[in-house]
């Protein structure tokens, strides 16, 4: 019985502990700030949202329901207002821990 209840409440805890889109998205931003190129003002989010590259024609309800562990967020590099397909970064953050981890592809080759 003890062993129940000690099991409950660190599934609460653990639930408590996951932090927000909106924390996870700063959290994101100071992760991926020292690896930006100082002359990039801007920067777009993309959003994706898994539903997405499901096909209509499937069951949603008889897919499983598991959780994403973490939040991704894809960020592009924008250079006079305008965004660079080439110059992305994705910074994933852990929902339980925050840690995060980051994916540069930034292809650019230097302005004249």
């Known amino acids: 019985m003890e062993a129940a209840i000690l099991l409950?409440?660190?599934?609460i805890r653990k639930t408590e502990?996951?932090?927000s889109v909106e924390e996870a998205?700063?959290?994101?931003?100071?992760?991926l700030a020292p690896y930006l190129d100082p002359a990039l003002?801007?920067?777009?989010?993309?959003v994706e949202t898994p539903e997405a590259d499901i096909p209509e024609w499937v069951d949603k309800n008889k897919l499983d329901k598991e959780e994403d562990k973490s939040y991704s967020f894809t960020f592009l590099g924008k250079r006079?207002?305008?965004?660079?397909?080439?110059?992305?970064?994705?910074?994933g953050v852990d929902k339980e821990s925050s840690r995060t981890a980051i994916s540069l592809?930034?292809?650019?080759e230097e302005w004249l």
């Open 25 to 31: 998205k700063k959290k994101a931003i100071a992760a």
């Open 8 to 11: 409950q409440a660190i599934a």
């Open 80 to 91: 006079n207002g305008i965004e660079v397909s080439d110059e992305s970064y994705m910074v």
């Open 17 to 19: 502990q996951k932090i």
């Open 41 to 46: 003002t801007e920067l777009s989010l993309i």
């Open 105 to 108: 592809s930034a292809q650019m």
